[in-house]
């Protein structure tokens, strides 16, 4: 299919799940209802608006995120997660939960927004100057770790259990009960990691001929791994910062839209964009649906939706030789 | 332009890799680097393209440091064709291609009427035009390679930089690859190739520059740099000249660990 049928086709899959997960749920709301005058119309404006907002932006920054993660390290099991940004991100907000129970949200987001900072500053110091993806990927799993067992520590050491509970309901990742206001408070942070994202795009392609002919083909490697630290960071953190984490998206999403577009890591930028949104619009929505007076956790649901299908996507691969 | 090396000393770690080098290239010509595995070749190849650090010394490029070029203005200049072939996704050979106009192109501009003219070039010089469009994991090892030279070609560089080209593959495509650098050559641009094959250096090398453990054996014209006793000298192992060809024989009285 050419690229830009393909996008259209990503447009349009992004609008209809944009529609759907503001008319889905356990009210169903028709086309018909919507307006000022039914009173389901609020449905839609004060609880479906921000969500269907917040899964529009959250699915499009983990895919963009994830296709430039995967370009950069060249290797397709790259996540953004595995920079550490989401664990900092999600400790920040773990440290904020347990220092003050129902601290106002912009303490929340500020608080996750600091573990993301903190992140990239020692990505950046560990690294140092030598731009090497490798050093890059090592540091990320130490700060990933690291944050992952000071997160368990301090939920060890909850002083209730109402506290762990919060805490535990927020790591597992969700889009529920968030306001207008919360949506608006992360958007511009997402806007900006999106925006430095997107210009790494050329850059990317010239590493897919291996790190060093990509520096003699003019690459700064060092200021394209601050921009990816900073990028990530900013769109990460933010995601994090206003819904928990939520995983696979950006792992899986790069794999789906390489058959329809190719391989070229900027090629795959964008509709990994609009693909990553559809999906979490779609699953959010599917969520909402599900049997049962308690949601299931949408960073739960990924997991279990994304395991068996990343496993699939896996097998084939291994059969087409694709990785070979 | 003129492409000199005035004293250049590198260390990788504690070792000394490159130890007070001086040679003028010339263009125009093909410059072949010899030497045992471990002599410095690679490492020379990458201290000319600013890819390591110098510990002192400079490379001199019409004048210029290398190390003090804009990355992109040294990209237009020097084209590097490295050793390993690593492709980590798998794009059309054209697409490839194209990569090698990244230095000349504005970050987010798409490909002009020039670029577009010099990817047709490269890949007619390379013979690749016909399989423009398969992907570069279903290539053929000289295919692939062709399709390699074809993305340094399309950046028009005036130095070729190569890294043992000839590695993996066939002997026709070997020949092949040679006369490819050597016409690089003849159109008055400057190659510059290591080269483990020394019957390929005395086919189609200009001049030889003769590394061991890092020093600078002999620099000049083939002719006179490919002498066996030098050669043996240096490799520790004899040579014979079989025609135009020179062919190791084994170590005299045990003398080969130098050849390790």
Same mark, same amino acid.
């Given at each position: ?19 759907? &997960? ?43 995120? *994830? ?47 600091? *573990? ?13 100057? #030598? ?24 939920? #060890? ?21 968030? #306001? ?57 953190? &933010? ?45 959010? #929505? ?19 939706? *994304? ?12 059969? &087409?030789?694709?990785?070979? | ?26 263009? @125009? ?6 030497? /045992?595995?471990? $002599?410095?070749? %690679? ?9 390591? $650090? ?10 210029c440091d290398v190390t003090a070029l804009d990355p992109r203005t040294r990209a237009r200049w ?13 794009? /059309?050979?054209? %697409? ?6 990244? =230095?000349?192109? %504005? ?33 053929s090892g000289g295919e692939r390679a062709r399709v ?6 399309? @950046?028009? =560089? ?8 000839? $590695? %993996? ?51 000049? /014209? ?27 024989? =084994? ?10």
């Amino acid at each position: 299919m050419r690229r830009p049928a393909v996008l259209f086709a990503l447009g349009l899959v992004v609008l209809a799940g944009f529609a759907f &997960s503001l008319t889905a749920g356990k009210v169903w709301v028709p086309l018909s209802a919507w307006g000022s005058g039914d009173p389901r119309w609020w449905i839609i404006v004060e609880l479906r608006l921000p969500r269907a907002l917040l899964g529009l932006a959250i699915g499009a920054v983990l895919g963009l995120s *994830g296709a430039v993660l995967q370009g950069y390290l060249r290797n397709p099991l790259a996540d953004p997660a595995l920079i550490g940004v989401s664990s900092t991100a999600g400790l920040g907000a773990v440290i904020a939960i347990l220092l003050g129970l129902g601290a106002p949200p912009l303490v929340l987001f500020g608080s996750a927004m600091a *573990g993301a900072a903190a992140a990239v500053v020692l990505l950046a110091l560990l690294v140092g100057r #030598s731009g090497s993806a490798l050093a890059f990927i090592l540091a990320g799993t130490v700060l990933q770790s690291l944050a992952g067992s000071i997160t368990a520590f301090l939920i #060890s050491i909850a002083p209730n259990p109402f506290a762990t509970a919060e805490i535990l309901g927020w790591m597992m990742g969700a889009l529920t009960d968030r #306001s207008l206001e919360d949506v608006m408070r992360a958007l511009p942070f997402m806007a900006a990691g999106c925006a430095v994202l997107g210009v790494t795009g050329r850059s990317l392609d010239l590493l897919s001929l291996g790190e060093e002919t990509a520096r003699s083909l003019g690459v700064r490697t060092g200021r394209l791994q601050a921009l990816i630290a900073l990028g990530t960071g900013l769109a990460v953190g &933010s995601a994090v910062a206003v819904s928990g984490v939520v995983g696979f998206v950006g792992l899986i999403v790069p794999h789906l839209v390489r058959p329809l577009v190719g391989q070229r890591p900027s090629d795959v930028l964008l509709p990994s964009a609009l693909g990553g949104a559809a999906l979490v619009l779609f699953a959010d #929505s599917l969520v909402r649906l599900a049997p049962g007076a308690e949601e299931v956790r949408l960073g739960i649901a990924m997991a279990l939706l *994304g395991t068996p299908f990343f496993f699939a996507l896996l097998l084939r691969f291994r059969r &087409s030789h694709a990785w070979a | 332009m003129g492409l000199s090396i005035e004293g250049l000393t590198v260390w990788l770690g504690k070792r000394t890799v490159l130890d007070g080098i001086t040679a003028e290239l010339r263009p @125009g010509r093909v410059t072949a680097l010899l030497g /045992p595995n471990g $002599a410095g070749k %690679s490492s020379l190849l990458r201290a000319m393209l600013a890819l390591i $650090a110098v510990e002192s010394g400079r490379v001199l490029l019409d004048g210029c440091d290398v190390t003090a070029l804009d990355p992109r203005t040294r990209a237009r200049w020097l084209g590097y064709l490295p050793q390993s072939a690593e492709l980590a996704w798998n794009i /059309p050979a054209r %697409s490839l291609v194209e990569l090698g106009r990244a =230095p000349h192109r %504005s970050p987010f501009a798409g490909l002009d009427e020039t670029d577009r003219a010099a990817i047709e070039r490269a890949m007619a010089l390379t013979d690749t035009v016909r399989f423009a469009d398969r992907l570069t994991h279903e290539l053929s090892g000289g295919e692939r390679a062709r399709v390699l030279l074809a993305r340094v070609l399309a @950046g028009e =560089p005036d130095w070729l930089l190569a890294d043992e080209p000839l $590695a %993996s593959l066939d002997p026709a495509h070997q020949l092949d690859m040679l006369g490819r650098l050597h016409g690089f050559a003849a159109e008055g641009r400057g190659v510059v190739v290591v080269l483990h094959d020394l019957s390929h250096a005395a086919r189609i090398a200009d001049d030889v520059l003769l590394l061991s453990e890092g020093r600078l054996v002999a620099f000049g /014209p083939a002719a006179d740099v490919l002498e066996p006793e030098r050669l043996e000298q240096v490799y520790g192992v004899g040579f014979e000249r079989v025609g135009d060809v020179l062919v190791p024989t =084994p170590p005299r009285n045990g003398e080969g660990d130098r050849a390790r």
